[in-house]
Each structure stands twice: as C-alpha cells, then as structure tokens.
C-alpha cells in the first residue's frame, strides 16, 4: 500500500534517515541513503550540517553533494554586475575554520555551495559568489557582513576577509549567476 498522506510520506522518510544516521552499520548505504531520505522529507537544515559537520559525507560522491545542495539555493540572480547584489564574503575566523562548509577543508579552500575543492588562486575556474538583494546584509555601504558567522567585517576583518568561491561545477553556466543563499 502506497501513502498518500504527504505527512506521513515525510515521517517515514524522516525515520529512515534517523535509522540511517544512528543505526546502520554499512555505511556506504548511509552515505547512499541517508541524503536521499533527508531530500524527500524536506529536512534542508539537516542536510546542509550533515554535508557540512559529518565527516561520513565525504564518502557521497561530488555530483550527489552538488545536485542535493544546488537545489536549496535561493533562485534569484545575483552577479556583480546586477544592482542590489553583494559579494559573499568570509571573515577570517570562518575562512581558516574546519567543519564550517566541509569537515574535510578550510572554509578558504572550499565552494561556498558544496565544500568542494575551491582554492582563491585558481580564479580562471572557480568563480566568486554573489548575495541577491534579498540575502545581502544591509549595512552601510562598503562595509560587508560575514555570510557564515554574520559579524561585521571592520578594520583589520574587513581587510583579512575573503570573497567566497564556487567550485568548477558550481560555477557552471547555469549556477554562476544565482545567489549563494540557501533558502532554508
């Protein structure tokens, strides 16, 4: 017998992924599995700290991470060029933090998207990463904002920070000019 209660649908799906999480003892299921069951039942927070915390994620294949994660981001667009847009920039604390967008990286090394490999000095690759109007921090001009810890970058922040990066992937044509927001 089918569900067709949507709530149910997302209750089970969401015992799944607990059971894949907390009980499973293969994890290659877990990592198969688990993202699955989190996309299906809706539970977006949950998938980005597991993408981004949980050190069995790095066993998911890149183009799995990707697909799961560009789905969450927010569909305005949002480029240098276009008015109202706002770069995405990392203060220095985030930029050398572990765990923040991969367990695997520093956040400096890392898509701000999937926390694939994304190192600043390969810029004719990776491309930077743009706030739409409405996800950039609204302050007083010239001075940025945190997009991961939300502090105010001033003085000696503002100087140290850095604009964050798509990988290649995330960077393709068809994501390159959305915002870097995910819509949780």
Sequence with gaps: M??????????WHLVFADYYQKHC?????MVEDFPYHLVQAGAKQRLIQYYRTDKDSMRTP?????????????????NADWPG??????????ANGFGI???SRPARDACITCGEWSPPNLSNVTKPAYLCMKHAPHSAPG???CGLCKRQLVGHLQKDALHARYCMNCSSAIY???CAAFTI
Excluded: Y
């Excluded at 089918?2 to 209750?11: F, R």
């Excluded at 003892?25 to 299921?29: I, K, N, P, T």
């Excluded at 890149?62 to 949002?78: E, V, W």
């Excluded at 847009?85 to 985030?94: E, G, K, R």
């Design 2 to 11: 089918l569900l067709s209660n949507k709530e149910d649908v997302t209750k």
């Design 25 to 29: 003892a293969d994890r290659g299921f």
């Design 62 to 78: 890149a183009f799995i991470k990707q697909r799961n994660l560009q789905a969450l981001r927010c569909q305005s667009g949002a």
């Design 85 to 94: 847009s706002a770069p995405f920039m990392v203060c220095p604390m985030c």
């Design 101 to 103: 967008l991969t367990p």
């Design 143 to 145: 001075v940025h904002v």
């Design 176 to 178: 390159s000019s959305r």
